[in-house]
């Protein structure tokens, strides 16, 4: 691939307005280890592969099983997520899409309160932003390290 912009060396002053956002979630209602699982499911959607390794790397970190993460691309038919996650899921991907039913939402609205549900949409799209940014000025996958973005 060619060489384009490095947009952490470039770009800094943009990203500065997604750092406020990620402050805010990191404070949010909505559980740590699910954001992770879900910004590793809108990445797999995205085929973000810097993503990927971050989100990976980090939740590992937070103690996710590597099951769990292996089979987090079949999650409707793997057995081992909690009710919460999966109504996580299928809002995250119903969200990346821009298409999301009565059923998914009334799901949704069974598992987190407003608040949850408005600071999960906020993490969807977020992810789904960085995502964009990273296959518009690709980093390269594998250089992550835990923490490295605060």
Known sequence: METR???HAKGQDALKTLYGIGGYLKKSAVELALLELVYFRVSQ???????????????????????????LSAWREAPYYTNRERAAFAWAE????????????????????????????????????????NLAFPNEPGTYKVGQFG
């Open 45 to 71: 959607i995205n085929s973000c592969a810097y993503c990927l390794d971050m989100h990976y790397k980090d939740a590992r970190h937070k103690g996710e099983t590597e099951q769990r993460l292996y089979g």
């Open 5 to 7: 912009i490095n947009i």
């Open 94 to 133: 119903a969200v990346t899409k821009c298409d999301v039913p009565d059923s998914v939402y009334k799901e949704a609205v069974s598992e987190f309160s407003e608040q949850e549900l408005i600071d999960l949409t906020l993490a969807v799209t977020t992810i789904n932003m960085y995502n964009r940014i």
